[in-house]
């Protein structure tokens, strides 16, 4: 089983987009979203600041998981349009 780098982990909304989710996940552990953006390997520096707009950085689901500790799979089916 893997361990989770984050103690609290909050559900998934059925209808809620990735960016909101890891918004939430970062408040539920009283981090600042810049410091999860980096746990999930995204250059803070090239994150547009209008909006939620990542720019071209990319949020692998595979790092997600490693620090919720959700399965991947489940992850990849929430978030996929």
Known sequence: MDR?????VPKVYDDES???Y????SHANNHDIAWTYE???????KIR???FLLGKEK???SKLAG???IDQ???VQFFTP
Not at 4 to 8: A, S
Not at 22 to 25: F, M, T
Not at 39 to 45: E, P, R, T
């Open 4 to 8: 989770k780098i984050l103690p609290f």
């Open 18 to 20: 990735l960016i909101s």
């Open 22 to 25: 890891i918004y939430r996940l």
């Open 39 to 45: 746990l999930l390997g995204i250059n803070v520096n």
């Open 49 to 51: 600041t209008r909006g």
């Open 59 to 61: 949020i692998e689901t």
């Open 67 to 69: 620090i919720t500790g």
């Open 73 to 75: 799979m489940h992850l």
